[in-house]
């Protein structure tokens, strides 16, 4: 099974999806690939950063399962190799998400939202974004949830981490039963 993990920055993805990761050893994380700058603090594992000419060689070849420009930055998530009965995380942004679901209809398809435009802009100053960006990321935010909600997520207000966290979860036990079925 794929899960996709999508919305704006700033919704809070990265947290949401390191606790799902962190709580089931079912579930595998696709790193993906950006050509944008490490912020400070980021973890070097959250990314794996390349430069553009690395990007656009690896699609080229092929490489990649979507792919996206962002305020001008490429992102893009490779073919995953999950393993032996795990099934796939996908964190990415709206456009990717459009882009799997074409390859892949069945997948889990969650859209979290920001409780406010404000929240979510503390949450882009408190990730390490520089204001201007954080800007252009709430400027743009509005369009990706309306583009999320057309194409059938399952939208949740993550206003609550630990609320959002057994949403999540529940949502990933109802399809893996469905699956089975």
Same mark, same amino acid.
């Given at each position: 099974?794929?899960?996709?993990?999508?919305?704006?920055?700033?919704?809070?993805?990265?947290?949401?999806?390191?606790?799902?990761?962190?709580?089931?050893?079912?579930?595998?994380?696709?790193?993906?690939?950006?050509?944008?700058?490490?912020?400070?603090?980021?973890?070097?594992?959250?990314?794996?950063?390349?430069?553009?000419? !690395?990007? #656009?060689?690896?699609?080229?070849? &092929?490489?990649?399962? *979507?792919? %996206? @420009?962002?305020?001008?930055?490429?992102?893009?998530?490779?073919?995953?190799?999950?393993?032996?009965?795990?099934?796939?995380?996908?964190?990415?942004?709206?456009?990717?998400?459009?882009?799997?679901?074409?390859?892949?209809?069945?997948?889990?398809?969650?859209?979290?939202?920001?409780?406010?435009?404000?929240? !979510?802009? #503390?949450?882009?100053?408190?990730? &390490?974004?520089?204001? *201007?960006? %954080? @800007?252009?990321?709430?400027?743009?935010?509005?369009?990706?949830?309306?583009?999320?909600?057309?194409?059938?997520?399952?939208?949740?207000?993550?206003?609550?981490?630990?609320?959002?966290?057994?949403?999540?979860?529940?949502?990933?036990?109802?399809?893996?039963?469905?699956?089975?079925?």
């Amino acid at each position: 099974m794929i899960v996709v993990m999508c919305g704006p920055g700033g919704v809070g993805k990265g947290t949401v999806v390191a606790r799902l990761i962190a709580e089931d050893p079912h579930l595998w994380l696709s790193r993906s690939w950006t050509t944008r700058e490490q912020r400070p603090g980021e973890s070097d594992d959250a990314y794996t950063y390349v430069t553009r000419e !690395q990007f #656009e060689t690896r699609i080229a070849e &092929g490489g990649f399962l *979507e792919h %996206a @420009e962002f305020l001008g930055n490429l992102y893009g998530t490779p073919w995953p190799e999950p393993g032996d009965d795990r099934d796939i995380v996908l964190e990415i942004d709206v456009q990717g998400a459009a882009q799997v679901l074409e390859r892949a209809p069945d997948a889990l398809f969650i859209l979290l939202e920001p409780p406010s435009a404000e929240v !979510q802009a #503390e949450r882009l100053r408190g990730r &390490g974004d520089p204001p *201007e960006q %954080a @800007e252009r990321r709430i400027a743009v935010a509005q369009a990706e949830l309306a583009e999320g909600r057309r194409l059938g997520a399952i939208c949740i207000i993550n206003d609550d981490l630990d609320r959002t966290v057994d949403r999540c979860r529940a949502l990933i036990a109802e399809a893996r039963a469905a699956a089975l079925g």
